[in-house]
Protein backbone atom coordinates (compact mmCIF):
# COMPACT_ATOMS: atom_id res chain seq x y z
CA UNK A 1 0.00 0.00 0.00
CA UNK A 2 1.31 3.39 -0.69
CA UNK A 3 1.22 6.23 1.43
CA UNK A 4 -1.05 8.92 0.85
CA UNK A 5 -0.86 12.37 1.15
CA UNK A 6 -3.31 12.96 3.90
CA UNK A 7 -1.87 10.79 6.10
CA UNK A 8 1.72 11.83 5.75
CA UNK A 9 0.24 15.47 6.10
CA UNK A 10 -0.35 14.41 9.81
CA UNK A 11 2.94 13.72 11.29
CA UNK A 12 3.40 12.20 14.94
CA UNK A 13 3.68 14.34 17.57
CA UNK A 14 7.22 14.50 18.60
CA UNK A 15 6.44 15.29 22.60
CA UNK A 16 2.94 14.13 24.40
CA UNK A 17 1.45 16.78 25.19
CA UNK A 18 0.59 18.79 28.39
CA UNK A 19 -1.78 16.22 30.44
CA UNK A 20 -4.58 18.50 30.82
CA UNK A 21 -4.66 19.59 27.13
CA UNK A 22 -4.89 15.63 26.98
CA UNK A 23 -7.35 14.96 29.29
CA UNK A 24 -9.95 17.58 27.94
CA UNK A 25 -8.83 16.56 24.28
CA UNK A 26 -9.93 12.63 25.44
CA UNK A 27 -13.74 14.57 27.03
CA UNK A 28 -14.11 16.39 23.34
CA UNK A 29 -13.92 13.04 22.07
CA UNK A 30 -15.84 11.52 24.83
CA UNK A 31 -18.76 13.95 23.28
CA UNK A 32 -18.15 13.41 19.78
CA UNK A 33 -18.10 9.66 20.12
CA UNK A 34 -21.26 9.16 22.36
CA UNK A 35 -23.39 11.84 19.70
CA UNK A 36 -22.46 9.44 16.80
CA UNK A 37 -23.92 6.50 19.08
CA UNK A 38 -26.78 9.09 19.92
CA UNK A 39 -27.49 9.37 16.13
CA UNK A 40 -27.27 5.41 15.74
CA UNK A 41 -29.79 4.41 18.24
CA UNK A 42 -32.13 7.71 17.15
CA UNK A 43 -33.46 5.58 13.97
CA UNK A 44 -35.10 3.13 16.78
CA UNK A 45 -36.95 6.21 18.27
CA UNK A 46 -37.63 7.69 15.09
CA UNK A 47 -39.43 4.59 14.21
CA UNK A 48 -41.05 4.03 17.41
CA UNK A 49 -42.07 7.71 17.88
CA UNK A 50 -43.65 7.26 13.78
CA UNK A 51 -45.70 4.35 15.21
CA UNK A 52 -46.51 6.15 18.46
CA UNK A 53 -47.69 9.31 16.76
CA UNK A 54 -49.77 7.37 14.11
CA UNK A 55 -51.37 5.61 17.07
CA UNK A 56 -52.02 8.67 19.60
CA UNK A 57 -53.69 10.36 16.45
CA UNK A 58 -55.58 7.26 15.61
CA UNK A 59 -56.94 6.26 18.64
CA UNK A 60 -60.27 7.86 18.46
CA UNK A 61 -61.19 5.83 14.96
CA UNK A 62 -59.98 2.58 16.85
CA UNK A 63 -62.26 2.94 20.09
CA UNK A 64 -65.25 4.80 18.37
CA UNK A 65 -65.95 3.05 15.20
CA UNK A 66 -67.12 -0.12 15.97
CA UNK A 67 -64.79 -3.00 13.99
CA UNK A 68 -67.48 -4.28 12.29
CA UNK A 69 -68.05 -0.67 10.22
CA UNK A 70 -64.23 -0.51 9.95
CA UNK A 71 -64.43 -3.59 7.86
CA UNK A 72 -67.49 -2.42 6.08
CA UNK A 73 -67.65 -2.01 2.23
CA UNK A 74 -68.63 1.20 2.52
CA UNK A 75 -66.42 4.48 2.88
CA UNK A 76 -68.80 7.62 3.04
CA UNK A 77 -67.11 9.77 5.93
CA UNK A 78 -69.60 12.30 5.27
CA UNK A 79 -72.26 10.05 6.41
CA UNK A 80 -69.78 8.54 8.94
CA UNK A 81 -69.43 5.53 7.34
CA UNK A 82 -65.37 4.33 7.58
CA UNK A 83 -65.35 0.88 5.98
CA UNK A 84 -61.92 0.39 4.77
CA UNK A 85 -62.54 -2.48 2.40
CA UNK A 86 -63.00 -0.19 -0.56
CA UNK A 87 -59.98 0.92 0.09
CA UNK A 88 -57.91 -1.78 0.63
CA UNK A 89 -58.95 -3.12 -2.28
CA UNK A 90 -58.60 -0.03 -4.49
CA UNK A 91 -54.49 -0.74 -2.99
CA UNK A 92 -54.76 -4.42 -3.90
CA UNK A 93 -55.88 -4.60 -7.38
CA UNK A 94 -53.14 -1.45 -8.45
CA UNK A 95 -50.67 -3.05 -6.31
CA UNK A 96 -51.24 -6.80 -8.45
CA UNK A 97 -51.35 -5.08 -11.46
CA UNK A 98 -48.31 -3.57 -10.93
CA UNK A 99 -46.79 -6.95 -9.49
CA UNK A 100 -47.92 -8.73 -12.53
CA UNK A 101 -46.21 -5.89 -14.82
CA UNK A 102 -43.10 -5.34 -13.04
CA UNK A 103 -41.88 -8.77 -11.84
CA UNK A 104 -41.68 -10.07 -15.72
CA UNK A 105 -40.07 -7.10 -17.13
CA UNK A 106 -37.69 -6.34 -13.60
CA UNK A 107 -36.13 -9.81 -13.84
CA UNK A 108 -35.86 -10.28 -17.48
CA UNK A 109 -34.55 -6.38 -17.65
CA UNK A 110 -32.12 -7.90 -14.80
CA UNK A 111 -30.97 -10.79 -15.97
CA UNK A 112 -30.11 -9.20 -19.47
CA UNK A 113 -28.33 -6.09 -17.66
CA UNK A 114 -26.35 -9.01 -15.20
CA UNK A 115 -25.79 -11.99 -17.93
CA UNK A 116 -26.27 -10.97 -21.60
CA UNK A 117 -25.39 -7.18 -22.21
CA UNK A 118 -21.96 -6.25 -22.78
CA UNK A 119 -20.63 -3.75 -20.72
CA UNK A 120 -20.42 -0.60 -22.67
CA UNK A 121 -23.93 -1.20 -23.28
CA UNK A 122 -24.25 -2.03 -19.25
CA UNK A 123 -22.94 1.36 -18.85
CA UNK A 124 -25.65 3.36 -20.56
CA UNK A 125 -28.77 1.17 -19.77
CA UNK A 126 -27.92 1.40 -15.76
CA UNK A 127 -27.78 4.64 -15.51
CA UNK A 128 -30.75 5.20 -17.23
CA UNK A 129 -32.37 2.92 -15.05
CA UNK A 130 -30.80 4.64 -12.58
CA UNK A 131 -33.27 8.31 -14.09
CA UNK A 132 -36.17 6.12 -13.58
CA UNK A 133 -35.98 5.90 -10.01
CA UNK A 134 -35.26 9.69 -9.60
CA UNK A 135 -38.23 11.04 -11.90
CA UNK A 136 -40.13 12.52 -9.16
CA UNK A 137 -43.71 10.52 -9.03
CA UNK A 138 -45.39 13.76 -9.66
CA UNK A 139 -44.24 14.25 -12.80
CA UNK A 140 -44.91 10.29 -13.57
CA UNK A 141 -48.57 11.21 -12.28
CA UNK A 142 -48.42 14.28 -14.67
CA UNK A 143 -47.44 12.20 -17.69
CA UNK A 144 -50.01 9.53 -16.96
CA UNK A 145 -52.62 12.16 -15.98
CA UNK A 146 -52.58 13.93 -19.50
CA UNK A 147 -50.50 11.19 -22.02
CA UNK A 148 -51.36 7.90 -20.63
CA UNK A 149 -54.93 8.29 -19.58
CA UNK A 150 -56.19 8.61 -22.81
CA UNK A 151 -54.52 5.19 -24.30
CA UNK A 152 -56.30 3.68 -21.87
CA UNK A 153 -59.23 5.16 -22.21
CA UNK A 154 -59.29 3.74 -26.18
CA UNK A 155 -59.30 0.02 -24.42
CA UNK A 156 -62.62 0.59 -23.94
CA UNK A 157 -62.79 1.77 -20.49
CA UNK A 158 -65.66 4.39 -19.66
CA UNK A 159 -62.78 6.91 -17.88
CA UNK A 160 -59.19 6.73 -18.50
CA UNK A 161 -58.37 7.08 -15.19
CA UNK A 162 -58.49 3.12 -14.23
CA UNK A 163 -56.63 0.49 -12.03
CA UNK A 164 -54.70 -0.08 -14.84
CA UNK A 165 -53.22 3.18 -15.84
CA UNK A 166 -52.09 3.23 -12.17
CA UNK A 167 -51.20 -0.02 -12.41
CA UNK A 168 -48.94 0.59 -15.04
CA UNK A 169 -47.72 3.70 -13.51
CA UNK A 170 -46.76 1.86 -10.18
CA UNK A 171 -44.90 -1.07 -12.34
CA UNK A 172 -42.30 1.30 -13.61
CA UNK A 173 -42.02 3.27 -10.16
CA UNK A 174 -41.24 -0.29 -8.88
CA UNK A 175 -39.18 -1.05 -11.62
CA UNK A 176 -35.41 -0.02 -9.79
CA UNK A 177 -36.16 -1.74 -7.10
CA UNK A 178 -36.87 -4.81 -8.66
CA UNK A 179 -33.91 -4.69 -11.14
CA UNK A 180 -31.79 -3.43 -9.10
CA UNK A 181 -32.03 -5.87 -6.25
CA UNK A 182 -32.40 -9.11 -8.62
CA UNK A 183 -29.40 -8.09 -10.25
CA UNK A 184 -27.16 -8.31 -6.89
CA UNK A 185 -28.76 -11.38 -6.24
CA UNK A 186 -27.68 -12.34 -9.90
CA UNK A 187 -24.14 -11.19 -9.01
CA UNK A 188 -24.33 -12.82 -5.97
CA UNK A 189 -24.11 -16.37 -7.87
CA UNK A 190 -20.70 -17.52 -7.56
CA UNK A 191 -18.93 -17.93 -11.02
CA UNK A 192 -18.09 -21.11 -10.52
CA UNK A 193 -21.59 -22.41 -11.30
CA UNK A 194 -21.91 -21.21 -14.64
CA UNK A 195 -18.53 -22.24 -15.22
CA UNK A 196 -19.85 -25.68 -14.07
CA UNK A 197 -22.86 -25.79 -16.29
CA UNK A 198 -21.57 -24.35 -19.25
CA UNK A 199 -18.40 -26.81 -18.99
CA UNK A 200 -20.81 -30.29 -19.13
CA UNK A 201 -22.40 -28.62 -22.54
CA UNK A 202 -25.41 -26.54 -21.46
CA UNK A 203 -26.07 -23.05 -23.31
CA UNK A 204 -26.07 -20.21 -21.92
CA UNK A 205 -29.65 -19.66 -21.28
CA UNK A 206 -30.05 -23.21 -20.16
CA UNK A 207 -27.02 -22.14 -17.70
CA UNK A 208 -29.33 -19.30 -16.36
CA UNK A 209 -32.81 -21.17 -16.66
CA UNK A 210 -31.27 -24.45 -15.22
CA UNK A 211 -28.61 -22.88 -12.68
CA UNK A 212 -28.42 -18.86 -11.75
CA UNK A 213 -31.82 -18.42 -11.64
CA UNK A 214 -32.59 -20.77 -9.34
CA UNK A 215 -29.58 -20.21 -6.80
CA UNK A 216 -30.71 -16.16 -7.01
CA UNK A 217 -34.09 -17.81 -5.91
CA UNK A 218 -33.70 -15.68 -2.45
CA UNK A 219 -32.35 -12.75 -3.75
CA UNK A 220 -35.20 -12.67 -6.52
CA UNK A 221 -38.51 -13.03 -3.78
CA UNK A 222 -36.75 -10.13 -1.66
CA UNK A 223 -36.47 -8.07 -5.30
CA UNK A 224 -40.29 -8.92 -5.53
CA UNK A 225 -41.14 -8.20 -1.84
CA UNK A 226 -39.86 -4.97 -1.77
CA UNK A 227 -41.26 -3.81 -4.96
CA UNK A 228 -44.17 -4.49 -3.43
CA UNK A 229 -43.56 -2.36 -0.27
CA UNK A 230 -42.56 0.36 -2.94
CA UNK A 231 -45.87 -0.09 -5.41
CA UNK A 232 -48.26 -0.40 -1.95
CA UNK A 233 -46.86 3.35 -0.81
CA UNK A 234 -47.05 4.88 -3.62
CA UNK A 235 -49.43 8.31 -3.70
CA UNK A 236 -49.47 10.50 -5.63
CA UNK A 237 -49.01 9.49 -9.15
CA UNK A 238 -51.26 7.00 -8.04
CA UNK A 239 -53.50 9.84 -6.77
CA UNK A 240 -53.82 11.41 -10.00
CA UNK A 241 -54.43 8.33 -12.46
CA UNK A 242 -56.72 5.96 -10.84
CA UNK A 243 -59.97 8.33 -11.18
CA UNK A 244 -60.48 7.87 -6.39
CA UNK A 245 -63.18 6.26 -6.48
CA UNK A 246 -64.11 4.88 -3.50
CA UNK A 247 -65.89 1.43 -4.74
CA UNK A 248 -65.17 -1.78 -4.30
CA UNK A 249 -64.33 -2.64 -7.97
CA UNK A 250 -66.21 -5.90 -9.70
CA UNK A 251 -64.86 -8.76 -10.38
CA UNK A 252 -64.54 -9.69 -14.25
CA UNK A 253 -62.65 -9.09 -17.03
CA UNK A 254 -63.27 -5.43 -16.75
CA UNK A 255 -61.66 -5.68 -13.47
CA UNK A 256 -58.58 -3.45 -14.16
CA UNK A 257 -60.46 -0.89 -16.30
CA UNK A 258 -62.65 0.79 -12.85
CA UNK A 259 -61.66 3.76 -11.39
CA UNK A 260 -60.48 3.08 -8.07
CA UNK A 261 -58.87 4.64 -4.56
CA UNK A 262 -56.27 3.38 -2.75
CA UNK A 263 -55.32 3.78 1.20
CA UNK A 264 -52.86 6.08 -0.04
CA UNK A 265 -54.73 8.50 -2.24
CA UNK A 266 -57.70 8.64 0.16
CA UNK A 267 -55.37 10.34 3.13
CA UNK A 268 -53.67 12.17 0.76
CA UNK A 269 -56.78 13.14 -0.79
CA UNK A 270 -58.75 13.90 2.12
CA UNK A 271 -56.85 15.17 4.88
CA UNK A 272 -57.01 18.61 3.72
CA UNK A 273 -60.35 19.27 4.27
CA UNK A 274 -60.74 17.47 7.21
CA UNK A 275 -61.25 19.15 10.82
CA UNK A 276 -58.45 18.24 12.98
CA UNK A 277 -59.56 16.03 15.97
CA UNK A 278 -62.62 14.96 14.03
CA UNK A 279 -63.48 11.03 13.57
CA UNK A 280 -62.74 11.15 9.82
CA UNK A 281 -59.21 13.00 11.01
CA UNK A 282 -58.31 9.89 13.36
CA UNK A 283 -59.82 7.31 10.92
CA UNK A 284 -57.07 8.63 8.34
CA UNK A 285 -54.37 8.38 10.88
CA UNK A 286 -55.77 4.33 11.19
CA UNK A 287 -55.41 3.88 7.56
CA UNK A 288 -51.78 5.36 7.99
CA UNK A 289 -51.79 2.40 10.75
CA UNK A 290 -52.78 -0.06 8.44
CA UNK A 291 -50.18 0.94 5.77
CA UNK A 292 -47.52 1.22 8.48
CA UNK A 293 -47.80 -2.22 9.57
CA UNK A 294 -47.88 -3.73 6.45
CA UNK A 295 -45.01 -2.15 4.67
CA UNK A 296 -43.46 -2.52 8.48
CA UNK A 297 -44.05 -6.50 7.88
CA UNK A 298 -42.83 -6.60 4.43
CA UNK A 299 -39.51 -5.05 5.07
CA UNK A 300 -38.91 -6.94 8.09
CA UNK A 301 -39.51 -10.14 6.28
CA UNK A 302 -37.14 -9.45 3.80
CA UNK A 303 -34.74 -8.32 5.95
CA UNK A 304 -34.59 -11.67 7.82
CA UNK A 305 -34.50 -13.15 4.44
CA UNK A 306 -31.62 -11.08 3.35
CA UNK A 307 -29.87 -12.31 7.19
CA UNK A 308 -30.80 -15.42 6.65
CA UNK A 309 -29.41 -15.93 2.42
CA UNK A 310 -26.04 -13.65 3.00
CA UNK A 311 -27.57 -12.67 -0.34
CA UNK A 312 -27.96 -9.22 -1.45
CA UNK A 313 -25.72 -6.41 0.70
CA UNK A 314 -27.14 -3.38 -1.10
CA UNK A 315 -30.49 -1.66 -0.01
CA UNK A 316 -33.36 -0.71 -2.50
CA UNK A 317 -31.10 2.60 -3.54
CA UNK A 318 -29.98 2.19 -7.20
CA UNK B 1 -36.04 -27.24 -31.50
CA UNK B 2 -32.56 -27.40 -30.64
CA UNK B 3 -30.62 -26.01 -27.62
CA UNK B 4 -28.99 -23.50 -29.97
CA UNK B 5 -32.37 -22.11 -31.08
CA UNK B 6 -33.61 -22.28 -27.82
CA UNK B 7 -30.61 -20.10 -26.85
CA UNK B 8 -31.11 -17.74 -29.48
CA UNK B 9 -34.92 -17.55 -28.85
CA UNK B 10 -34.72 -16.76 -25.15
CA UNK B 11 -31.65 -14.19 -25.60
CA UNK B 12 -33.94 -12.18 -28.60
CA UNK B 13 -37.09 -12.50 -26.35
CA UNK B 14 -34.61 -11.30 -22.98
CA UNK B 15 -33.43 -8.04 -25.06
CA UNK B 16 -36.81 -7.31 -26.19
CA UNK B 17 -38.41 -7.12 -23.12
CA UNK B 18 -35.63 -4.74 -21.96
CA UNK B 19 -36.14 -2.61 -24.73
CA UNK B 20 -39.38 -2.57 -23.51
CA UNK B 21 -37.90 -1.39 -19.57
CA UNK B 22 -35.56 1.31 -20.92
CA UNK B 23 -38.29 2.66 -23.95
CA UNK B 24 -41.05 4.09 -21.71
CA UNK B 25 -38.17 5.81 -19.54
CA UNK B 26 -36.61 7.86 -22.41
CA UNK B 27 -40.16 8.52 -23.79
CA UNK B 28 -41.80 9.91 -20.94
CA UNK B 29 -38.53 12.45 -20.45
CA UNK B 30 -38.83 13.50 -24.22
CA UNK B 31 -42.40 13.84 -23.69
CA UNK B 32 -42.16 16.49 -20.77
CA UNK B 33 -38.81 18.14 -22.19
CA UNK B 34 -40.74 18.60 -25.79
CA UNK B 35 -43.86 19.94 -24.05
CA UNK B 36 -42.12 22.12 -21.48
CA UNK B 37 -39.33 23.86 -23.29
CA UNK B 38 -41.24 26.08 -24.93
CA UNK B 39 -42.47 27.63 -21.55
CA UNK B 40 -39.60 27.42 -19.58
CA UNK B 41 -37.52 30.82 -20.25
CA UNK B 42 -35.90 33.62 -17.39
CA UNK B 43 -39.63 35.09 -17.09
CA UNK B 44 -41.41 31.73 -16.34
CA UNK B 45 -37.98 31.20 -13.61
CA UNK B 46 -38.32 34.36 -12.08
CA UNK B 47 -41.60 35.44 -11.72
CA UNK B 48 -44.68 34.78 -9.12
CA UNK B 49 -47.44 33.38 -11.08
CA UNK B 50 -50.39 35.84 -11.94
CA UNK B 51 -54.28 35.42 -12.77
CA UNK B 52 -55.18 32.94 -10.21
CA UNK B 53 -52.09 31.14 -11.40
CA UNK B 54 -52.82 30.56 -15.29
CA UNK B 55 -50.53 33.42 -16.11
CA UNK B 56 -46.78 34.15 -15.08
CA UNK B 57 -43.98 32.18 -13.17
CA UNK B 58 -43.15 29.81 -10.73
CA UNK B 59 -40.52 31.64 -8.77
CA UNK B 60 -42.14 31.27 -5.14
CA UNK B 61 -42.64 27.74 -5.57
CA UNK B 62 -39.07 26.91 -7.12
CA UNK B 63 -37.66 29.21 -4.12
CA UNK B 64 -39.61 26.95 -1.44
CA UNK B 65 -38.51 24.15 -2.83
CA UNK B 66 -34.89 24.73 -2.99
CA UNK B 67 -35.32 26.68 0.41
CA UNK B 68 -36.56 23.10 1.82
CA UNK B 69 -34.08 20.79 0.57
CA UNK B 70 -31.67 23.02 2.00
CA UNK B 71 -33.26 22.47 5.58
CA UNK B 72 -33.85 18.77 4.65
CA UNK B 73 -29.90 18.81 4.50
CA UNK B 74 -29.86 20.84 7.84
CA UNK B 75 -31.99 18.02 9.54
CA UNK B 76 -30.50 15.13 8.43
CA UNK B 77 -26.61 15.28 7.87
CA UNK B 78 -25.49 15.23 11.17
CA UNK B 79 -28.33 12.48 12.39
CA UNK B 80 -27.23 10.66 9.10
CA UNK B 81 -23.34 10.47 8.79
CA UNK B 82 -23.44 9.89 12.71
CA UNK B 83 -25.39 7.19 12.01
CA UNK B 84 -23.34 5.70 9.23
CA UNK B 85 -19.95 6.17 11.52
CA UNK B 86 -21.29 4.09 14.21
CA UNK B 87 -22.53 1.31 12.14
CA UNK B 88 -19.73 0.82 10.27
CA UNK B 89 -16.87 1.86 12.82
CA UNK B 90 -18.35 1.31 16.11
CA UNK B 91 -20.93 -0.98 16.28
CA UNK B 92 -20.86 -4.84 17.36
CA UNK B 93 -22.66 -7.73 16.88
CA UNK B 94 -25.42 -7.23 19.45
CA UNK B 95 -28.71 -6.67 19.44
CA UNK B 96 -28.77 -2.59 19.61
CA UNK B 97 -26.70 -2.94 15.99
CA UNK B 98 -29.31 -5.51 14.52
CA UNK B 99 -32.39 -2.87 16.11
CA UNK B 100 -30.70 0.36 14.34
CA UNK B 101 -30.24 -2.06 10.97
CA UNK B 102 -34.23 -3.12 10.90
CA UNK B 103 -34.98 0.30 12.24
CA UNK B 104 -32.96 1.81 8.80
CA UNK B 105 -34.63 -0.92 6.74
CA UNK B 106 -38.01 0.01 8.00
CA UNK B 107 -37.85 3.53 7.51
CA UNK B 108 -36.80 2.92 3.97
CA UNK B 109 -40.00 1.21 3.94
CA UNK B 110 -42.53 3.30 5.29
CA UNK B 111 -44.63 5.25 2.64
CA UNK B 112 -43.91 9.12 1.76
CA UNK B 113 -47.81 9.84 3.00
CA UNK B 114 -47.09 7.96 6.37
CA UNK B 115 -44.53 10.23 6.90
CA UNK B 116 -46.74 13.14 5.73
CA UNK B 117 -49.00 12.07 8.87
CA UNK B 118 -46.14 11.77 11.54
CA UNK B 119 -45.27 15.24 10.34
CA UNK B 120 -48.54 16.50 11.15
CA UNK B 121 -48.92 14.74 14.09
CA UNK B 122 -45.25 15.19 15.60
CA UNK B 123 -44.28 18.67 14.39
CA UNK B 124 -47.82 20.81 13.07
CA UNK B 125 -49.79 19.69 16.18
CA UNK B 126 -47.82 18.09 18.92
CA UNK B 127 -44.37 20.52 18.77
CA UNK B 128 -46.99 23.23 18.24
CA UNK B 129 -44.93 24.42 14.65
CA UNK B 130 -47.92 24.73 12.67
CA UNK B 131 -48.12 24.31 8.68
CA UNK B 132 -44.38 25.16 8.38
CA UNK B 133 -41.05 25.36 6.81
CA UNK B 134 -39.65 23.95 9.70
CA UNK B 135 -42.36 21.15 10.04
CA UNK B 136 -42.03 20.09 6.59
CA UNK B 137 -38.13 20.38 6.70
CA UNK B 138 -38.07 17.97 9.68
CA UNK B 139 -40.52 15.80 8.10
CA UNK B 140 -38.56 15.34 4.64
CA UNK B 141 -34.97 15.10 6.92
CA UNK B 142 -36.08 12.06 8.11
CA UNK B 143 -37.46 10.69 5.37
CA UNK B 144 -34.18 10.78 3.74
CA UNK B 145 -32.07 9.33 6.49
CA UNK B 146 -31.98 5.93 5.25
CA UNK B 147 -30.88 7.00 1.83
CA UNK B 148 -27.99 9.14 3.48
CA UNK B 149 -27.08 6.80 5.95
CA UNK B 150 -27.09 3.67 3.85
CA UNK B 151 -24.65 5.60 0.75
CA UNK B 152 -22.42 7.09 3.88
CA UNK B 153 -21.61 3.63 5.48
CA UNK B 154 -20.62 1.55 2.39
CA UNK B 155 -18.52 4.67 1.66
CA UNK B 156 -16.94 4.45 5.28
CA UNK B 157 -16.77 0.85 5.14
CA UNK B 158 -14.85 0.98 1.49
CA UNK B 159 -12.36 2.83 2.99
CA UNK B 160 -9.48 -0.47 3.60
CA UNK B 161 -8.84 -1.19 7.01
CA UNK B 162 -4.77 -0.69 6.98
CA UNK B 163 -5.40 3.19 7.15
CA UNK B 164 -7.08 2.31 10.29
CA UNK B 165 -4.51 0.03 11.33
CA UNK B 166 -1.68 2.39 10.55
CA UNK B 167 -2.89 5.54 11.99
CA UNK B 168 -4.52 3.97 14.67
CA UNK B 169 -0.39 2.61 15.34
CA UNK B 170 1.18 6.07 15.01
CA UNK B 171 -1.20 6.76 18.46
CA UNK B 172 -3.72 8.36 17.03
CA UNK B 173 -7.02 7.85 18.55
CA UNK B 174 -10.15 6.38 17.67
CA UNK B 175 -11.62 9.24 16.90
CA UNK B 176 -8.85 10.97 15.19
CA UNK B 177 -8.15 8.22 13.21
CA UNK B 178 -11.99 8.31 11.44
CA UNK B 179 -12.01 12.55 11.51
CA UNK B 180 -8.34 12.34 9.29
CA UNK B 181 -8.43 9.15 7.70
CA UNK B 182 -11.42 7.47 7.07
CA UNK B 183 -13.92 10.56 6.47
CA UNK B 184 -11.79 12.13 3.77
CA UNK B 185 -11.89 9.06 1.52
CA UNK B 186 -15.77 8.40 2.50
CA UNK B 187 -16.24 11.84 1.85
CA UNK B 188 -17.15 11.43 -2.27
CA UNK B 189 -19.60 8.79 -1.30
CA UNK B 190 -20.89 10.19 1.19
CA UNK B 191 -21.55 13.22 -0.74
CA UNK B 192 -23.29 10.77 -3.41
CA UNK B 193 -25.87 9.94 -0.75
CA UNK B 194 -26.71 13.18 0.34
CA UNK B 195 -27.29 14.82 -3.38
CA UNK B 196 -29.31 11.57 -3.98
CA UNK B 197 -31.54 12.01 -0.91
CA UNK B 198 -31.54 15.53 -1.20
CA UNK B 199 -32.80 14.71 -5.03
CA UNK B 200 -35.55 12.53 -3.54
CA UNK B 201 -36.42 14.98 -1.01
CA UNK B 202 -37.26 18.37 -3.76
CA UNK B 203 -39.48 16.17 -5.91
CA UNK B 204 -41.19 14.52 -2.84
CA UNK B 205 -45.22 15.49 -2.57
CA UNK B 206 -46.69 13.33 -0.05
CA UNK B 207 -44.77 14.55 2.83
CA UNK B 208 -45.10 18.05 2.43
CA UNK B 209 -49.12 18.17 1.90
CA UNK B 210 -50.02 18.78 5.69
CA UNK B 211 -46.70 20.20 6.39
CA UNK B 212 -45.61 23.02 4.93
CA UNK B 213 -47.21 23.08 1.23
CA UNK B 214 -49.29 26.01 0.73
CA UNK B 215 -51.63 26.33 -2.35
CA UNK B 216 -51.10 29.62 -3.10
CA UNK B 217 -48.91 32.61 -1.24
CA UNK B 218 -48.96 36.24 -2.45
CA UNK B 219 -45.94 36.65 -0.41
CA UNK B 220 -42.71 34.79 -0.02
CA UNK B 221 -42.22 33.30 3.25
CA UNK B 222 -40.29 35.23 5.76
CA UNK B 223 -39.49 32.94 8.18
CA UNK B 224 -39.14 29.31 8.77
CA UNK B 225 -42.53 29.39 10.81
CA UNK B 226 -44.03 30.42 7.68
CA UNK B 227 -45.36 28.72 5.13
CA UNK B 228 -44.54 27.72 1.33
CA UNK B 229 -45.34 27.42 -1.82
CA UNK B 230 -43.10 23.81 -3.50
CA UNK B 231 -42.55 22.80 -6.76
CA UNK B 232 -44.14 19.50 -6.29
CA UNK B 233 -47.17 20.59 -4.41
CA UNK B 234 -47.33 23.62 -7.30
CA UNK B 235 -47.83 20.75 -10.28
CA UNK B 236 -50.10 18.59 -7.84
CA UNK B 237 -52.12 22.15 -7.79
CA UNK B 238 -51.84 23.39 -11.24
CA UNK B 239 -52.40 20.15 -12.84
CA UNK B 240 -55.68 18.81 -11.07
CA UNK B 241 -57.06 21.47 -8.71
CA UNK B 242 -57.79 24.56 -10.55
CA UNK B 243 -59.49 24.51 -13.88
CA UNK B 244 -58.89 25.83 -17.03
CA UNK B 245 -55.23 26.38 -16.46
CA UNK B 246 -53.16 26.51 -19.63
CA UNK B 247 -51.38 23.15 -20.30
CA UNK B 248 -47.80 25.05 -21.23
CA UNK B 249 -47.77 26.20 -17.43
CA UNK B 250 -48.23 22.50 -16.73
CA UNK B 251 -45.89 21.06 -18.60
CA UNK B 252 -43.76 23.95 -18.03
CA UNK B 253 -43.81 23.33 -13.94
CA UNK B 254 -43.24 19.70 -14.75
CA UNK B 255 -40.17 20.66 -16.85
CA UNK B 256 -38.49 22.32 -14.15
CA UNK B 257 -38.86 19.62 -11.84
CA UNK B 258 -37.89 17.21 -13.51
CA UNK B 259 -34.56 18.72 -14.81
CA UNK B 260 -33.77 20.03 -10.80
CA UNK B 261 -34.22 16.23 -9.29
CA UNK B 262 -32.70 15.03 -12.43
CA UNK B 263 -29.77 16.69 -12.18
CA UNK B 264 -29.05 15.89 -8.31
CA UNK B 265 -29.65 12.53 -9.70
CA UNK B 266 -26.95 12.62 -12.29
CA UNK B 267 -24.31 14.58 -10.53
CA UNK B 268 -24.22 12.07 -7.44
CA UNK B 269 -23.94 9.43 -10.19
CA UNK B 270 -21.20 11.52 -11.74
CA UNK B 271 -19.49 11.70 -8.60
CA UNK B 272 -19.54 8.27 -8.09
CA UNK B 273 -18.26 6.80 -11.24
CA UNK B 274 -15.47 9.31 -11.19
CA UNK B 275 -14.81 8.40 -7.40
CA UNK B 276 -14.55 4.52 -8.81
CA UNK B 277 -11.94 5.42 -11.62
CA UNK B 278 -9.73 7.65 -9.06
CA UNK B 279 -9.66 5.05 -6.23
CA UNK B 280 -6.16 4.22 -5.38
CA UNK B 281 -6.28 1.08 -3.78
Request: hydrophobic content about 35%; overall charge neutral.
Given at each position: MTATPAESAVPPEPTAPPRAARSSRLLAERVIEAAIALAGVSTVVIVALIFLFLLRESTAAFLDVPLRQLMG????PIEGLFGFLPLIAGSLVVTIGAVVIAVPLGLITAIYLGEIAPPSQREVLKPIIEVLAGIPSIVLGFVGWVALAPLVQ????????TALTGSLILAYMALPTIISISEDALYAVPKAYRDGALAIGATQWQTIWRVVLPAARSGIVIAVMLGIGRAIGETMAVMMV?????NIPALGPGLFLQPVRTMTATIAAEMGEVQRGSLHYSTLFAIGVVLFVITFGINYVAGRLIGASGGPRRRGQL | MTRQQSHTLAVRAITAVSVLVIVPILLVIGYVVAHGIGTVDWTFLTQPPRDGMRAGGIMPALLGTLVLAAGTAVVTLPAGIGAAIFLAE????NRMTRAVRLAIVNLAGIPSIVYGLFGLGAFVLFLRFGTSIVAGALTLGIMTLPVVISTAEEAIRAVPDQFRTVSLSLGATRWQTIRHHVLPHALPGILTGIILGLGRAAGETAPILFTVAAFYLPELPRSIFDQTMALPYHLYVIST???????GMQYGTALVLLLLVLSMTLSATLIRTRMRRRREW
Open positions: TRWYQLGATTGLTGNAA | YAGDQVPGMPL
